[in-house]
């Protein structure tokens, strides 16, 4: 990659989980009751079609890790899990009596999608984790060919994890690795040999989980390229069917984000990351895995890699999935919903979040009800994020899109993208800067520019 071309394009930028991202939300204009509304309407739109699906935030850790930016509370005292959970389901069931009162058939909500995120999914017990998701069950309808995943600590997931998860219907498991150097590992307060990854890995396999995804970060304090080297040939020892490769991002000036554990001096510049990013794209393709989107890579046969070539991949705030629900309910402290009409996010501590559940209040404290040009940028943003080209005509055009092409121009002379009458697509080269690219069709952050800094750099 042209080192001018990072020089010229690594600026702050958003990872696109959403359209319009969460610092341009509209709060103002939100309320528990629309929020209500749009949640109903999606739901009968799309239940019985399609099904819906749910996020379950399990914020606890049992340590912090200096690299993380999650919502999570820091804590050894397990007995924190029951109350907790307690309050999930509560806040459940105040969406299944809102699905009720809002459908003259009173259908059951149809679960197609399921994950569980963090923290660290991992540090309640499984015989919690059974009663929480039989809990969910209980009210609720399965779609044919479920896709239920769990995030693991490979420190702390246990083989009977593995096989309560797996005979609730879970297949997919993805597990933090972030680098496997312990000088890295230390710097970031993440220790975790590789034998503990090793281990669950082989677990899942035995029990038959069909598709294990480990994560690794790329741009951590103290990495060079022999060491990311050395962590993808490891990672390759285990073969898992897909990788998360994720850019750091180095936001500490967030509250409650514990990224001061090491010098900002430690960290590769942007060049040297770029670097970690490239050969590490160039080596993982080598051994047989494919790019998806923006920071995944999948072996050929994984369902993620199958959903791209169909034209299926979708986006949301749990990241790349290989299907698509038009209703999101996010569960848990700090969890973001989307009925695709409207964003939700719950209280963002432990304490709020129980507390206005125990009143039966559907816990948001913020959101943002999308317009119709919302509706249409979000549209080419996703097909730019999960298919790297987007088109218009008539019905999906906006008459600042015409800007976006200008500025587009620039990308096109440097060989990032292609433009024709009414399409835009990311070239192979390009793909390294698809955030920027998708920044171009931003129309709320390019008419309201932060004045600080609010979001990591795109390289």
């Known amino acids: 990659m042209n080192n001018s071309l990072i020089d010229k394009y690594n600026i702050p930028g958003p990872r696109y989980t959403s359209y319009p991202t969460v610092p341009y939300w509209d709060n103002a204009g939100f309320t528990l009751e629309k929020w209500e509304n749009s949640v109903i ?231 040297e990351k770029r670097k970690l990013y490239e050969n590490g794209k160039q080596l993982l393709e080598e051994l047989g895995y494919r790019e998806v989107g923006m920071d995944h890579f999948a072996m050929e046969h994984d369902d993620l890699y199958q959903s791209m070539l169909n034209g299926k991949i979708h986006r949301n705030f749990m990241g790349y999935s290989s299907s698509k629900t038009l209703l999101m309910v996010g569960l848990g402290m700090s969890a973001i919903s989307d009925s695709w009409y409207a964003f939700a996010q719950n209280e963002k501590t432990v304490e709020d979040y129980q507390k206005r559940v125990a009143e039966g209040i559907i816990p948001v404290f913020r959101g943002h009800m999308l317009d119709a040009e919302d509706l249409i940028i979000r549209k080419h943003i996703l097909n730019l994020m999960c298919r790297l080209e987007t088109s218009w005509d008539t019905q999906n055009f906006v008459p600042e899109i015409e800007n976006s092409i200008e500025k587009l121009k620039e990308m096109e002379e440097d060989g990032l993208v292609e433009i024709s009458e009414n399409q835009i697509r990311i070239t192979e080269k390009g793909r390294a800067f698809t955030r920027n690219v998708a920044m171009t069709f931003d129309l709320r952050m390019l008419r309201n520019k932060p004045e600080t800094r609010i979001f990591s750099m795109t390289v």
């Not at 909500?109 to 569980?116: G, N, Q, R, S, V």
């Not at 059974?130 to 490979?154: C, Q, T, V, W, Y």
């Not at 998860?165 to 680098?179: A, E, I, K, N």
């Not at 040999?193 to 677990?203: G, K, L, M, Q, S």
């Open 41 to 271: 309407r999606a739901f009968n739109e799309s239940n019985e079609a399609e099904g819906i699906s749910i996020y379950i935030h399990l914020p606890f850790c049992e340590a912090l890790c200096t690299f993380c930016a999650c919502h999570k509370r820091i804590t050894k005292q397990h007995s924190v899990e029951t109350p907790y959970l307690e309050t999930v389901l509560k806040e459940w069931d105040l969406y299944v009596e809102l699905f009720k009162n809002g459908n003259e058939t009173s259908a059951k909500p149809k679960i197609k999608e399921l994950h569980l995120g963090g923290g660290t999914p991992t540090f309640f017990s499984p015989e919690n984790l059974r009663i929480l998701l039989e809990g969910i069950f209980a009210k609720s309808d399965i779609a044919e060919n479920p896709e239920f995943s769990f995030e693991g600590h490979p420190n702390n997931t246990t083989k009977e994890h593995l096989q309560t998860l797996y005979d609730l219907g879970f297949r997919r498991c993805s597990f933090g690795v972030q680098d496997y150097d312990l000088k890295v590992q230390k710097a970031i307060n993440r220790i975790q040999p590789f034998e503990n990854v090793e281990n669950v890995t082989r677990w899942a396999r035995e029990i038959g989980y069909t598709s294990i995804s480990h994560d690794l970060v790329f741009g951590l304090p103290h990495q060079d390229w022999e060491k990311m080297e050395s962590t993808i040939r490891k990672t390759m020892e285990l073969k898992p069917d897909r990788l998360a490769f994720y850019s750091y991002a180095h936001v500490p000036w967030i509250k409650g984000v514990g990224q001061r554990g090491f010098d900002e001096n430690d960290l590769p510049s942007g060049e």
